[in-house]
């Protein structure tokens, strides 16, 4: 089954401790993302990636670091949390970021930093 | 500042009715229009999309009709049904689609 596959689904974490969301698509796409959703505030791209090892920011970075040493993943990293970065996570992969082709997301990767 | 507004947060609708969701868009380099549907628990999946060549796009019982003039783009669901009970996100993108800008979100109920 085509899919972009999100882990953890849930992560309850303490301010400061380093962790990494991880994001795995199996449609051989060129474009992955990462976003975050936030009430009233829609989805907000934090980094995109438009192939292996060339990623760029979106509009809400800070805090935030991704890599893309494969084409199928693109882990979100997050050095230090802050509870400011509380939200509900998506990645979303396309088949190329250079036309418009519909996003396939992942089930989302729920945060809470206290 | 968001650069697509979308209007209203929440509505209900009554089984067979019509759902009318608002979007307004400020960037006029923006080139394409989906819509995305979301349901609680999971993300958000491509519904239906249109690009400024065209006025209105069709897809079974969801339409979007699309106002360049205006800056401003709706989906309207025809016959609405519980199922369709969900969160809506409107979105544009520019410069060949790798930077997709989402609205606020709408959260459709439909009452049976």
């Known amino acids: 089954e085509a899919q972009v596959t999100q882990n953890p689904r849930y992560l309850i974490t303490v301010t400061g401790k380093k962790l990494t969301v991880t994001c795995s698509q199996n449609?051989?796409?060129?474009?992955m993302s990462w976003y975050r959703q936030d009430p009233g505030l829609g989805l907000r791209q934090i980094y995109y990636?438009?192939?292996?090892?060339?990623?760029d920011k979106g509009d809400v970075p800070e805090g935030y670091k991704v890599s893309r040493k494969e084409k199928r993943n693109f882990p979100l990293i997050l050095e230090s949390p802050s509870p400011n970065q509380t939200s509900l996570y998506f990645c979303?992969?396309?088949?190329?970021?250079?036309?418009?082709?519909?996003?396939?997301f992942g089930s989302g990767t729920r945060l809470t930093v206290v | 500042q968001q650069q697509v507004k979308q209007s209203p947060q929440s509505l209900i609708v009554q089984k067979g009715g019509i759902s009318i969701i608002n979007c307004a868009y400020e960037?006029?380099?923006?080139?394409?229009f989906p819509w995305y549907q979301q349901f609680p628990g999971k993300g958000p999946a491509l519904l239906i999309a249109i690009r400024p060549d065209v006025s209105e796009k069709k897809e079974g019982r969801f339409t979007i009709s699309f106002n360049k003039s205006a800056k401003q783009f709706s989906l309207h669901i025809m016959d609405s049904q519980p199922g369709d009970s969900a969160t809506y996100f409107c979105a544009a993108s520019r410069n060949a689609g790798n930077m997709l800008t989402f609205g606020g979100g709408t959260r459709l109920m439909v009452k049976p």
């Open positions: 449609m051989n796409h060129e474009y």
């Open positions: 979303a992969s396309s088949l190329s970021g250079r036309n418009n082709y519909g996003y396939t």
């Open positions: 990636s438009m192939n292996v090892e060339v990623t």
């Open positions: 960037n006029t380099a923006f080139d394409y």
